[in-house]
Nanobody, 119 residues
Framework: QVQIEESGGGLVQPGGSLRLSCAAS????????IGWYRQAPGKSREAVAL???????DYSDSVKGRFTISGDTERHTASLQMNNLQPEDTAVYYC?????????????WGRGTMVTVSS
């Protein structure tokens, strides 16, 4: 069974930095995408940053220049370095992997980690 382990998150003041990490494991035959989504209170979940195999990186316009995604699609890991955080970045951040197992191709989500930006 595919499992996702997330770490990082927390409370930071505006202008501060945080780093999120994600590792997927368990029966992964191929990985197509790995990245981060977020959901703010009362809003829909949105894509933040994504790595497409082998190493194509994409960002939402709202985080370009402030967030950097890095990772290893062969090892099924990704990290998100978030700099110059602003109150509007407050959300639950979810790691997502688009993978294939022996049986199927599917999206798997982490449980989410809270990021709060407040003074």
């Amino acid at each position: 069974q595919v499992q996702i382990e997330e770490s990082g998150g927390g409370l930071v003041q505006p202008g501060g930095s945080l780093r999120l990490s994600c590792a997927a494991s368990g029966g992964i035959v191929a990985l197509y995408h790995i990245g981060w989504y977020r959901q703010a209170p009362g809003k829909s979940r949105e894509a933040v940053a994504l790595i497409t195999y082998p190493n194509k990186r994409d960002y939402s316009d709202s985080v370009k220049g402030r967030f950097t995604i890095s990772g290893d699609t062969e090892r099924h890991t990704a990290s998100l370095q978030m700099n110059n955080l602003q109150p509007e970045d407050t959300a639950v951040y979810y790691c997502m992997v688009d993978i294939a197992t022996d049986d199927e191709r599917k999206y798997v989500w982490g449980r989410g980690t809270m990021v709060t930006v407040s003074s």
